[in-house]
C-alpha cells in the first residue's frame, strides 16, 4: 500500500496533487511520499518484533539524505556499499553503531574511514577482504567487528542481474568452507567474528529462497557455536519483492517473512539484521513525467515522454515492468488504446513500455511511473547532457525539494580545460 492515490480523478501523494507540484517544479522529477517511507520501515520493524533486532535500510536504493533522515528518524540502520554511502549515512546523522558495511570490494580508504567514523560491523566477503580489514584495523589500534557473508547457493528465483546467492555469483564465500574461513578469521588480531551475513539477491516474490538460505545459516550457526566462535549476530539481508504490476502480483509481506525468520533462526538467541531497500523505498516514490509527442508510427503510437532511460533505467536493464498512470484519470468507460511509450534518448533501448494500454493522452499531459522509488534516482545519469532530475518529497499537505535539477552551467562547469587547450 502507499500514499499515491487518485481523488476525484486527480493523482495526489499523500495530500499534495502532483499536478500541484509538476507546475512549480518542472518535469521530469521524482516524488516521493514520507507516509510511505515510514510505513514501510515500520513494518519491517514490528514484523521482528520480539527478538532483538535492527532493520538496516539498504540505501543504495534510494540515498537522498531527507530519505535518510526520515528513516533514521524511526530508529533505522543503514546497509552501506561504499564509502560515499558510509559518508551519506554519517551525514543524515545515523551513528556509526547503526551502520553496516556490506560490499564485495571495500578499499582500504573505505575501510579506515568507516573505522575511524565508528561502524557496526563489516560485512566480509572474501578472505583477501578480511585481511585487509585486519591489516587497517591494527595499523589504526583498533577491533573491526565483521561477519562474513556466505554464499548459501540457493536460487533466489529472480531476475539473473540481481541474484546473488547461487555458487556462480561473485559474492561471499562458498556455506561450505565457511568454518575454515572463520577459523583464519578468529587468528587475523585485527578482527572480531560476531556473526554471520547472508544476502541472496533482490525483488525475491517467493519465501522459499529465503527459508532454504536460513536454515542453512542456522545449521552453520550451531556448527561455528561448536567450533568456539561467538556468534551473536546474524544479518539475514534484504531482497523481498515488491509489486510492480499491480493488477497481478502478490509478493510475500514482511509479516510473513518475519515469521519465517523467528521460526529458522529465532531459537539461537542472536541479534537479527536485515537488509530491505526496494521494499522500503520502491513504491514510496513515483517518476512524473509529462508527454512531449504523440507519434503515430507503422501499427502503433509513440508516446514520447520527457523522461527517459537515463532517469529511469529498470526498464533497459533489467526489463523492469512498470505500471504508467494519468495524473488526470480518464473518464470511466473510455476506450483505450495501445502505446510504446519512449523517451527522447538516441537509442531505442529508450523504451519504457511496448505496446502499453492506456486512455488516449495528448502533448502536454502528465503520466507517473509507479514503484519508481528504489533503484531509480540513484541509478540516474546525465547521459545526453540530461540533468538529472530533482528529487521531492511529500509529507502530509506540504513538500519541500530535496535535491534541486542543475542547471546546464553547473554540469558544464563540471569538466575542466587542460592547460594546453
Ligand atoms: C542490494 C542489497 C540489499 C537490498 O536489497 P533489496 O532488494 O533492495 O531489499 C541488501 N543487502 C545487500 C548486501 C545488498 O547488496
Given at each position: 500500500m502507499d500514499h499515491f492515490l487518485y481523488r476525484d480523478g486527480v493523482l495526489f501523494a499523500e495530500d499534495v496533487a502532483v499536478a500541484e507540484i509538476a507546475a512549480s517544479v518542472k518535469t521530469p522529477f521524482y516524488l516521493y511520499s514520507t507516509a510511505t517511507l515510514e510505513r514501510h520501515f515500520r513494518l519491517f520493524d514490528e514484523a521482528l518484533d520480539g527478538l532483538p533486532h535492527l532493520v538496516c535500510?539498504?540505501?543504495?536504493a534510494a540515498s537522498n539524505q531527507a530519505i535518510l533522515k526520515t528513516l533514521a528518524g524511526l530508529g533505522a540502520g543503514m546497509d552501506v556499499v561504499s564509502g560515499g554511502e558510509y559518508a551519506r549515512a554519517v551525514a543524515a546523522?545515523?551513528?556509526?553503531?547503526?551502520i553496516v558495511f556490506s560490499g564485495v570490494g571495500k578499499t582500504q580508504d573505505e575501510i579506515r574511514a568507516a573505522l575511524q567514523g565508528g561502524i557496526r560491523q563489516f560485512n566480509v566477503e572474501s578472505e583477501p577482504e578480511m585481511r585487509a580489514i585486519s591489516e587497517v584495523a591494527v595499523s589504526l589500534g583498533v577491533v573491526a567487528p565483521i561477519t562474513i557473508r556466505v554464499n548459501?547457493?540457493?536460487?533466489?528465483?529472480?531476475?539473473a542481474k540481481i541474484?546473488?546467492?547461487?555458487?556462480?555469483?561473485?559474492?561471499?564465500?562458498?556455506i561450505a568452507r565457511a568454518r575454515e574461513v572463520y577459523a583464519e578469521a578468529a587468528a587475523l588480531p585485527g578482527l572480531k567474528v560476531v556473526g554471520i551475513d547472508v544476502h541472496i539477491g533482490s525483488?525475491?516474490?517467493?519465501l522459499a529462497p529465503f527459508e532454504l538460505a536460513y536454515q542453512k545459516v542456522a545449521e552453520l550457526t550451531e556448527a561455528l557455536r561448536a567450533d568456539g566462535h561467538e556468534i551473536?549476530?546474524?544479518?539475514?539481508?534484504?531482497g523481498l519483492g515488491i509489486p510492480y504490476a499491480r493488477s497481478n502480483e502478490a509478493p510475500p509481506l514482511p509479516t510473513d517473512y518475519g515469521a519465517l525468520i523467528k521460526r529458522c533462526?529465532?531459537?539461537?538467541g542472536c541479534e537479527v539484521e536485515i537488509e530491505p531497500g526496494r521494499l522500503i523505498a520502491g513504491n514510496a516514490g513515483i517518476l512524473v513525467s509529462q508527454v512531449i509527442y504523440v507519434k503515430s508510427g507503422e501499427g502503433r503510437d509513440f508516446l514520447i515522454l520527457d523522461a527517459a532511460m537515463n532517469d529511469l533505467i529498470r526498464p533497459a536493464m533489467y526489463e523492469a515492468h512498470h505500471d504508467i498512470v494519468p495524473v488526470i484519470e480518464a473518464d470511466a468507460g473510455v476506450e483505450q488504446a495501445a502505446y510504446d511509450i519512449v523517451g527522447?534518448?538516441?537509442?531505442?533501448?529508450?523504451?519504457?513500455?511496448?505496446g502499453r494500454m492506456m486512455p488516449p493522452l495528448a502533448a502536454g499531459d502528465l503520466v507517473a511511473f509507479r514503484?519508481?522509488?528504489?533503484y531509480g534516482a540513484v541509478m540516474s545519469s546525465e547521459y545526453n547532457t540530461r540533468p538529472l532530475i530533482p528529487e521531492v518529497l511529500v509529507q502530509g499537505d506540504q513538500y519541500a525539494v530535496i535535491r534541486a535539477r542543475p542547471t546546464f552551467d553547473e554540469i558544464i562547469n563540471r569538466d575542466t580545460i587542460p592547460a594546453w587547450l
Open positions: 535500510y539498504a540505501m543504495k546523522g545515523v551513528p556509526g553503531e547503526r548459501p547457493d540457493v536460487d533466489a528465483k529472480t531476475h541474484a546473488t546467492g547461487k555458487s556462480e555469483n561473485k559474492f561471499g564465500i562458498p525483488q525475491l516474490t517467493d551473536t549476530r546474524l544479518d539475514l539481508g534484504g533462526v529465532g531459537h539461537l527522447p534518448v538516441c537509442e531505442s533501448g529508450d523504451t519504457f513500455a511496448k514503484s519508481a522509488g528504489a
